[in-house]
C-alpha cells in the first residue's frame, strides 16, 4: 500500500483501483490528469520547493556571477557595479601569471587521476573480488581514507612529508641533511606529492565504485567465457570490464569532476601557491576573503563553470538516453 | 503496520506532509546555513540598538566588533572593556568573531549593521573604509587624546581628507632577532650599513651558519623584506606611494630593490617556500640560523626562558637614503563605524583606549606588544620591549607592513606569487606586476 504513488492519483480511485490493478490501465491513465486542488497543492509544494532551492542556491548565483565577470566591483555599494567588458578574461589569460600554470595543472591532476589513480581502484576492487582471507579488512582499510576530508589528508601526508620530521625522509635517510627532499615547499616535486596524497583516497573511491560493479556482472557470464576456453584477463578485459558500462560512466565522470573540483589539498598545504596553483583555488583567492576581486574570481569561475560542463553534459545525455 | 482500505488517505497524508516538512525544513535549513556566514558577519543584527537608533549623545551602551579572538587578544581586550565600565559606567557588549572571517568580511560586516567600534589597523587598509564613508571621522576624540601620540602615531591615524579616523592601541617593530651568546661566541657586530650586513652574511656562510633565516610557506613574510629594501632603497614617501599605486611598479626604482634583494638572496634559508615563520623561529633558536627578519611577535615562539632571554633584535641596515629613520611597525587599534558617529558612550570608548590607563589595561594581559600612549606604563617593559619601544619612539616615519599599506588584492593575488616566484629563482616581472596593479587599484 505504502508504494502506491504518492501523488497524480485521486485518493478516492485508488482504494478502489489497489485490488485490482490489471484491469484499470486504460482507466487509470485517464484519470491520472484529473488532479483536484489538493494534488495540485502537493504538486506544486513538491516540485516548487525543490525548484526554489535549486533556483536560489544553484541558478541565481550563477547567473549573477556570469554577469559579474563582465563588470569590476568593489564589493561595496551596488552602484559601485561597473561594466567592464571581457577585461576580466583578458586580465585572467594575458596578465594573470598563476593562471596559465592552475590550467596545467588541473590537466596533470587529471591525467594523474584518470591513467593512475583510477586504475590502481579497478585494479585494487579486482583483487578484493578474489575470494582472499579477510577481503572484508582490506576493504574497509583502503576505504578508511575515503571518509577522510581532503583537508585532513592532507595534514597526514604532510607528516609523512616534512622535510626534517617527515617519514620519507627518514626512511631515504636525508632528514636534516642538505639532500632532504621539502616534499610539500619544493615547487618541482610538490604538485606530484599532492597528487599522490589524492590518490590515496581517490583510489579508495573508485575500489568501492568497482566492487559493487563486480558484483552486479552476472556469474554465468564469466562462466560462459571459461567454458569458451578465454584466460582471466581475456574474461576480465572482454567480458566482466564491457558488462560494468554503467559504472565506468560514473567512475569516468567522477574522475573528471574530482579533477576539477580538486581545492582542499592544496589549500591546507600553502593556499595553492608556489607550484600547486589550481583554478579552484584561484577562484577562491579571488572571491573569497580579503583579496577580494569580484570581477575577475567571476572570471575565473565562469571559465571553470564551462569547463565542467562538458563532462557534466556528457553524462546527463548517456543518463537521459538510457532512459529514454 | 499496514493499514488496510480506510487507512491509506491518513497514511499518504502523514507521508506526503512529512515529506514536504522534510523539504521544507532543509529548504529552512539551507537558507539558515547560508545565511549563517552573513549574520556572523554582522553580528550587529540582534542586537538592542545602541547608538544608532537613537544617534543622541545619552546612549550608555557601546557595543564591539572585534577580530581578536586569539585567547590572550581576546582576554586582553576584555581587560579594557571591564576598565572603561570601570570608570565610566557605560556598558560594552562584545562580539567576537575569528579574525580570519572578521578581516575577510569586513566589507559586508561595516555595510551591513556593525557594532559601535571595532577593531582595525592602520594604513592603506583604514584609509580605504575612510574613503568610502564607511567609517566615522573622530576628530573629536583625537582633540582630547593628540598630546598623547607621537606624529608618526598621529600621521598613521590620519585618512586621505586628513581626518582622523583611528585610535592607535599597539604596536609591535619588524627586524633582525638574533641570539646574543651566538653572536658573542662567534664576535659578531650589529651591523649598521647593507655593506656590512653582507660581509656579516658571507661571514656567518663560512661559519656554517645559514645567514638569515626566512620561511615564505604563507606568503607574507617576504613582504617584510620587500619593505624594508625598499624604504631603505627609495624612501618611506615612495613606499607609501607605491603601495597607493601613485608609483609605477614598472620603473628602475622598483628594480633597484630586486637586485638589491639579489644580493643577499644567496644568504636567504633555501628552504623558505616550505617553512613557515614558526618554524624559521625554531631554526634561529637551534642555532641553526645567524639572524630572522620578522616582528617581535616572533618572540611567541621561544617558550624557553634561557632562550627568550637570549634575544635581541637590530633595526634593518642603512642603505641608500634616508638611514634607519623609517620602522615597519605594524599599528593594531579601534575605529568608529559609520553608524556610531554620535554615539558619546563609543566616542568614550575610543578615548578611552588612547590612554595610558586603557592600552596598560590591554598590555597587563597580552605583553608582546607595546602600547602606544606616551603616558602608558612601561615599568614592566623587559629589555627587548624597551628596546622596541625606542625604536618606535626614535622613528621618523611608521609603515606598516605591505599587506596592509596596499590593496588587499595586490598584496594577496599579486605580490605573494610574485615574491615567492622571486625568492625562487631571483627574477621578477615589474611590468606584470604593473599590468596587474592597474587592472586591480582600477576596480576600487
Known sequence: MTDLPLVGVPRDTRSKQAPTPSTGKPQRRRRVRRLNGRDKLVLGVMVGIPTLIQAVFVWIPMVLSIALSFTKWNGLALSDIKANGLQNYKFVTQNYPPFWPAVQHNIIWLAFLALIATPIGLLLAVLLDQKIKGSRIYQSIFFTPVMLSLVLVGIIWQLMYEKDNGLINNLLRTANTSHAVDWYGNSKVNLWAALVAATWRHAGYIMVLYLAGLKGVDPSLKEAAAIDGATAPQTFFRVVFPAMRPINIVVVVITIIEALRAFDIVYIINRGTNGLELISALVIQNLVGEGQVIGVGSALAVMLLVISLVPITFYLARTFKKVD | ?444
Open chain 2, 1 to 444: 503496520m499496514a493499514p488496510k482500505e480506510s487507512a491509506p488517505s491518513a497514511l499518504e497524508a502523514v507521508q506526503g506532509f512529512s515529506r514536504r516538512t522534510v523539504l521544507k525544513g532543509i529548504g529552512v535549513g539551507a537558507a539558515g546555513i547560508a545565511v549563517a556566514p552573513v549574520l556572523a558577519a554582522c553580528t550587529g543584527g540582534s542586537k538592542p540598538s545602541s547608538g544608532g537608533g537613537g544617534g543622541g549623545s545619552s546612549s550608555k551602551s557601546v557595543t564591539v566588533g572585534s577580530g581578536s579572538s586569539d585567547d590572550v587578544p581576546k582576554r586582553a581586550y576584555q581587560a579594557v572593556f571591564d576598565a572603561f565600565k570601570a570608570q565610566s559606567g557605560d556598558t560594552v557588549k562584545v562580539n567576537t568573531v575569528p579574525h580570519n572571517d572578521f578581516q575577510n568580511n569586513i566589507n559586508s560586516y561595516l555595510q551591513g549593521s556593525p557594532d559601535d567600534v571595532f577593531t582595525w589597523f592602520a594604513g592603506y587598509r583604514m584609509r580605504y573604509y575612510a574613503s568610502k564613508s564607511l567609517v566615522a571621522p573622530i576628530d573629536d576624540v583625537w582633540q582630547s587624546i593628540g598630546s598623547n601620540f607621537s606624529d608618526a602615531l598621529a600621521k598613521a591615524s590620519t585618512g586621505d581628507d586628513g581626518k582622523k579616523y583611528f585610535v592607535p592601541n599597539y604596536n609591535y617593530p619588524w627586524g633582525y632577532f638574533y641570539r646574543k651568546s651566538l653572536w658573542a661566541a662567534k664576535g659578531y657586530q650589529v651591523p649598521k650599513t647593507f655593506d656590512e650586513f653582507k660581509a656579516l652574511c658571507a661571514q656567518m656562510k663560512k661559519d656554517g651558519l645559514i645567514p638569515i633565516g626566512f620561511a615564505d610557506k604563507d606568503g607574507w613574510p617576504a613582504m617584510g623584506t620587500f619593505d624594508y629594501i625598499n624604504m631603505r632603497t627609495n624612501g618611506y614617501q615612495f613606499h607609501v606611494d607605491l603601495c597607493a599605486h601613485k608609483e609605477s611598479w614598472d620603473q628602475q626604482k622598483v628594480k633597484d630593490v630586486f637586485d638589491n634583494w639579489n644580493s643577499i638572496r644567496q644568504y636567504q634559508d633555501p628552504s623558505a617556500l616550505g617553512a613557515t615563520w614558526q618554524e624559521a623561529a625554531q631554526n634561529l633558536s637551534k642555532k641553526k640560523t645567524g639572524m630572522y627578519l620578522l616582528g617581535s611577535f616572533v618572540t611567541q615562539q621561544f617558550t624557553d626562558k634561557a632562550v627568550l632571554a637570549d634575544i635581541d633584535f637590530f633595526p634593518f641596515p642603512a642603505m641608500a637614503v634616508e638611514g634607519q629613520d623609517s620602522v615597519e611597525a605594524p599599528i593594531d587599534g579601534l575605529m568608529l563605524t559609520k553608524k556610531a558617529a554620535n554615539n558619546q558612550a563609543a566616542k568614550d570608548l575610543l578615548k578611552f583606549m588612547g590612554t595610558g590607563k586603557g592600552q596598560d589595561a590591554y598590555a597587563s594581559v597580552d605583553t608582546s606588544n607595546l602600547q602606544t600612549a606616551k603616558d602608558a606604563d612601561t615599568s614592566k617593559f623587559n629589555a627587548l620591549n624597551k628596546k622596541s619601544a625606542e625604536i618606535i619612539a626614535n622613528a621618523k616615519n611608521i609603515s606598516q607592513f605591505f599587506d596592509r599599506d596596499a590593496l588587499p588584492a595586490m598584496a594577496n593575488n599579486v605580490m605573494i606569487p610574485a615574491l615567492q616566484n622571486f625568492v625562487k629563482t631571483g627574477s621578477i616581472d615589474t611590468k606584470n606586476l604593473e599590468a596587474q596593479a592597474k587592472s586591480l587599484y582600477a576596480a576600487q
